[in-house]
T-cell receptor, first 116, second 114 residues
Framework: NAGVTQTPKFQVLKTGQSMTLQCAQD?????MSWYRQDPGMGLRLIHY???????DQGEVPNGYNVSRSTTEDFPLRLLSAAPSQTSVYFC???????????????FGPGTRLTVL | GNSVTQMEGPVTLSEEAFLTINCTYT??????LFWYVQYPGEGLQLLLK?????DKGSNKGFEATYRKETTSFHLEKGSVQVSDSAVYFC?????????????FGTGTRLTIIP
């Protein structure tokens, strides 16, 4: 199993550009999510999905879009990049609460994004 | 809402010293509690977990006990090594079915010097 994979590892954008961060998992997990990590703030939830075709907003969703057309993939789209979106982005996945007694999440290696 | 308050860092210790990183939480219901570790340049890895009061999670010499009465989940290790240098995150999740959102603390950077 490859686990949770993310591409690209690094990206530099100019203000106003758009891009998609890719996330894929091969563990047949129902639940997938995107976090951003900023110094002194820990990780904050951007969007999440409990299954294909279902997405919902997390704590900091503004400026980001997601879709979940398959169980395996959960891309994060930046519509018009802003310097405030400079961060490290982590994708995570897990089984749903109906299958397990606890909610262990598996994280990808992250994408470091800089917006100039 | 849920929140996790974690000991401010950075923390610097000598090899073989005793480690404690404090973590307290606020939550409705009965959350599950976790410690995640992030080594330099990597993503987060689950270090240990506890799913109910008085449970003790342990892994790689680290331990933490779920204390409902003090709403705490402090991380401890009796003798740290240089390889333990990393950022440690305390986190909680609600155990409602279909809701696996994690709430993280701010992280504590630990540096172990030989």
């Amino acid at each position: 199993n490859a686990g949770v994979t993310q591409t690209p590892k690094f990206q530099v954008l100019k203000t106003g550009q758009s891009m998609t961060l890719q996330c894929a998992q091969d563990m047949n997990h129902e639940y997938m999510s995107w976090y951003r990590q900023d110094p002194g703030m820990g990780l904050r939830l951007i969007h999440y999905s409990v299954g294909a075709g279902i997405t919902d907003q997390g704590e900091v969703p503004n400026g980001y879009n997601v879709s979940r057309s398959t169980t395996e993939d959960f891309p994060l789209r930046l519509l018009s990049a802003a310097p405030s979106q400079t961060s490290v982005y982590f994708c995570a996945s897990s089984y749903s609460g109906q299958r397990t007694a606890f909610n262990e999440q598996f994280f990808g290696p992250g994408t470091r994004l800089t917006v100039l | 809402g849920n929140s996790v308050t974690q000991m401010e860092g950075p923390v610097t210790l000598s090899e073989e010293a005793f480690l404690t990183i404090n973590c307290t939480y606020t939550a409705t219901g009965y959350p599950s509690l976790f410690w995640y570790v992030q080594y330099p340049g990597e993503g987060l890895q689950l270090l240990l977990k506890a799913t109910k009061a008085d449970d003790k999670g342990s892994n790689k010499g680290f331990e933490a006990t779920y204390r409902k009465e003090t709403t705490s989940f402090h991380l401890e290790k009796g003798s740290v090594q240089v390889s333990d240098s990393a950022v440690y995150f305390c986190a909680l999740s609600e155990t409602n079915f279909g809701n696996e959102k994690l709430t993280f603390g701010t992280g504590t950077r630990l540096t172990i010097i030989p």
